[in-house]
């Protein structure tokens, strides 16, 4: 009797999760489906969920770790709010993630795994692949494990190594699913193994294709589909890039673009620890950076590196600001270059350490002693933070000022496509030393920045004073004179104030109902949400993003003005609301959220369409 060959359906749009113990390979299994979609030409979003344990006990709820993909043809600005496919390669893998299915939903489960005692670590009575707890979704079920230690009989690889190997097979089904070629995983695969370990190369490769195989030939799906190009990207040369990554391109380009050297003083730190990893394979560009012993070496090293005429940098997560509170304030008083990147988790204490949040956005503001201001921006997708390095170490020299650069642990770790940029089209920064001793001061100032002089160390007739003392204008003398210290105050405020940064932008009708007022990695979420809002209700639903939170952009209280509603999603409790309340004495409403989650679509459309009710 002939079989009948699945149907390949076009799609616009899908969202994919894998999901496992922490050992299962599930983010290399998610970064090589995004790699691969991306090489397709598709728009992507990721989401990498990882597990807050180092290594929980295998099987158990805490271990889980989990990767969501939306790929598409159509504009994707979010990981999805529901998989279309959940991935799970054991029950607590199934447990996790069940309460985020959709009815209808496909659930592809490693049936190998569902035995008795991975069900109790579980919490499962009774197996959930054959009790009905999954009626209502479309469950298909593979024996990854066996299909693995199949296809790898004879290979020389003992137990446990060929049980590494089933995630390839979960990705050579999915690979099947959604129409995706081999050829790009199998070079990752060759490049990770052939030099060192050829017999692991060519044992995953072997299960990546018996993946495929298996998928096709045992008819799993009734229908496999095809997602065709993004034709709404701008063409050129893309690549796919994480938040962190992109930062550290953005310092190197930077530094070029100032002709300074790079200096990055860190002291490792969930989830910012990726900026010193990626920092420390670039040397051949003149990157020097230093592990330090604790967050207050690693300010400190950043301080004196901009003292000897480097990009000073240093970057750490909302405890490690706590503690170089004190040594940004040195940078403040000492008028030096210093940028500090914030990636964002939750809090507070060690609180959440894989899990993001926006709650630091007051801390670095206002939390250091004595009128203390500094410049912050924040990055609102992954490739954004690409060009926001850029434009905050522009600020940080141009202004000789702190600036701290906030993302999270969302932007950091997900990816997106990032137009390669044309180097020469990137303005050069402009950096000037004092070199004249004749009537040298450490403190003059350029009359338009306020920026004061930048003397190197070591310079013959240019030696000055330093410290956290306060300095009198001008000389940079020790003052203990009032006045001066008043004037300082304000002059330093001032220094912020007059960084020349664009103007807000709003995404829709430039006036009406409602505008949903955000900043970081809400912006997604946001824009998504506003434009299901106006495609499918005709609501007047805009969309605000501020990328430069001190100083804010000049126009924003008269965007703020030309709406009815001003709604301010967080993920905190109100940082953002509070500010834009006191400043511009609108009548904003917050949307919080601190979960260790980005908003989904779905919440956002829900509470918009509420106030809307509301409004009429």
């Known amino acids: 009797m002939a079989t009948m060959t699945p149907e390949l359906r076009e799609s616009t749009r899908a969202t994919v999760r894998f999901a496992g ?15 691969t979609s991306a090489m397709l030409g598709n728009d992507v979003a990721t989401f990498p969920d990882f597990p807050a344990e180092i290594r929980a006990p295998t099987g158990t709820l805490p271990g889980v770790s989990g990767f969501q993909i939306q790929f598409g043809s159509i504009d994707i600005h979010t990981p999805g709010d529901t998989p279309d496919v959940l991935v799970v390669m054991n029950p607590a893998a199934l447990k996790v993630n069940l309460k985020d299915m959709e009815p209808g939903a496909t659930i592809v ?4 795994n569902f035995i008795e005692a991975n069900l109790k670590k579980a919490g499962y009575v009774t197996n959930p692949l054959d009790d009905g707890t999954l009626s209502r979704f479309r469950v298909v079920k593979v024996p990854l494990s066996d299909l693995t230690r199949a296809a790898l009989e004879g290979s020389g690889l003992d137990t446990a190594e060929v049980e590494r190997c089933k995630n390839f097979l979960a990705l050579g089904v999915m690979f099947w699913l959604y129409d995706r070629p081999l050829e790009g995983t199998i070079q990752f695969i060759n490049d990770k193994f052939r030099k060192k370990a050829p017999q692991y190369a060519d044992a995953n490769i072997k299960v990546l294709q018996a993946g495929w195989s298996f998928a096709e030939t045992c008819e799993l799906f009734p229908a496999h589909y095809s997602i065709k190009k993004a034709t709404h990207l701008p063409p050129g040369q893309y690549r796919q890039i994480s938040g962190n990554e992109a930062i550290a391109l953005g310092l190197v380009t930077a530094a070029k673009k100032a002709g300074i050297g790079l200096f990055y003083g860190s002291y490792p730190i969930t989830p910012a620890s990726d900026i010193l990893h990626h920092l420390s394979a670039l040397k051949h560009y003149g990157v020097v950076t230093f592990q330090a012993e604790d967050e207050i070496a690693a300010v400190g090293s950043a301080i004196g590196a901009a003292y000897a005429g480097l990009l000073g940098v240093t970057g750490t997560s909302g405890p490690g600001v706590c503690l170089k509170a004190e040594a940004v304030g040195l940078a403040v008083m000492t ?13 507070p204490s060690t609180g959440l350490p894989t899990k993001t949040e926006q709650s630091d956005l007051l801390q670095v503001l206002f939390g250091r002693n004595g009128e203390c201001p500094v410049g912050v921006v924040a990055a609102a997708t992954p490739s954004e933070c690409f060009t926001l390095t850029i434009e905050a170490a522009r600020l940080a020299l141009t202004h000789r000022v702190p600036v701290f650069v906030l993302s999270d642990g969302f932007i950091a770790n997900g990816a997106e496509p990032w137009l390669l940029p044309d180097p020469d089209k990137i303005p050069p920064i402009k950096v000037e030393f004092a070199t004249d001793p004749n009537g040298f001061q450490s403190y003059k100032r350029d009359p338009e920045t306020l920026g004061r002089a930048w003397a190197l160390p070591g310079t013959p007739g240019l030696e000055h004073r330093i410290g956290g003392l306060e300095k009198q204008d001008g000389t940079g ?29 709003v995404v829709g009708p430039q006036s009406g109902d ?24 005709g609501a007047s639903v805009s969309v605000c993003q501020i990328r430069y939170m001190n100083p804010f952009p000049k126009n924003l209280g008269d965007i703020l003005k030309r709406f009815k509603k001003v709604l301010v999603p967080e993920l905190n409790l109100g940082q953002l609301l509070l500010l834009v309340r006191s400043k511009y004495l609108v009548d904003a409403e917050g949307v919080n959220k601190v979960a260790g989650r980005p908003f989904q679509v779905g919440e956002l459309v829900k509470i918009v369409r509420e106030k809307l009710k509301v409004m009429k």
């Open 477 to 505: 003398n020790i003052s203990y004179d009032p006045d001066n210290h008043h004037h300082m105050v304000k002059l330093r405020a001032e220094k912020i104030a007059r960084m020349k940064v664009p103007d807000a932008e």
């Open 514 to 537: 409602i505008l949903l007022l955000g900043w970081g990695c809400t912006y997604g979420a946001s824009l998504t949400a506003a434009e299901q809002l106006r495609t499918e209700d």
């Open 335 to 347: 008028e030096l270059p210093l940028l500090i990147f914030d990636i964002q988790r939750g809090g």
């Open 21 to 35: 113990d922490s050992g299962d390979g599930m983010q290399v299994t998610g970064g090589q489906f995004t790699t």
């Open 109 to 112: 489960a490693n049936e190998n």
